[in-house]
């Protein structure tokens, strides 16, 4: 009788297993990709401090900028796929007077590495919700 409800038991336990196994999301899916976007953040009214000739894809709205040290950091973001806006600031960045020294993309995130007019820097994206992209810029003198 022991043997008989310890089975069951066992059943049971793998049972639920592959029934909890099976609420999971998709392999790639993730949190953010499925949130609704929040209200967007206004857009910044003074100037960005980054080199004159800094390419601004189509769509990329900047909301603030910074100093650090001898570094310019602009945030913002643009109401696109992060593989839009990522194709989008690899090709504007690797014409002159600029060129891409590094990319990277994964699933959520993705970096462009850059260096022209006396400058270095990279744009760093990330996936803030479904159809938005974060956009942050660090430029550096060289």
């Known amino acids: 009788m022991t043997y008989v409800c310890c089975m069951r038991r066992l059943f049971l336990a793998v ?11 998709d392999k790639g899916e993730s949190a953010t990709a499925n949130m609704t976007c929040p209200a967007a953040a206004q857009p910044l009214s003074g100037a960005t401090n980054l080199p004159a000739q800094f390419p601004t894809p189509s769509g990329v709205v900047v909301t603030e900028s910074n100093t650090a040290g001898p570094s310019t950091i602009v945030k913002g973001y643009a109401d696109k796929k992060l593989g839009d806006v990522f194709d989008a600031y690899k090709s504007a960045l690797d014409k002159a007077p600029y060129s891409v020294t590094k990319s990277e993309h994964d699933a959520h995130d993705a970096e462009v590495s850059f260096k022209g007019e006396s400058t270095t820097g990279q744009v760093r994206l990330g996936e803030l919700c ?8 660090t430029a550096r003198p060289q």
């Open 15 to 25: 049972v639920l297993l592959v029934l909890l196994a099976g609420c999971g999301k």
């Open 130 to 137: 479904k159809g938005r992209t974060s956009v942050q810029i």
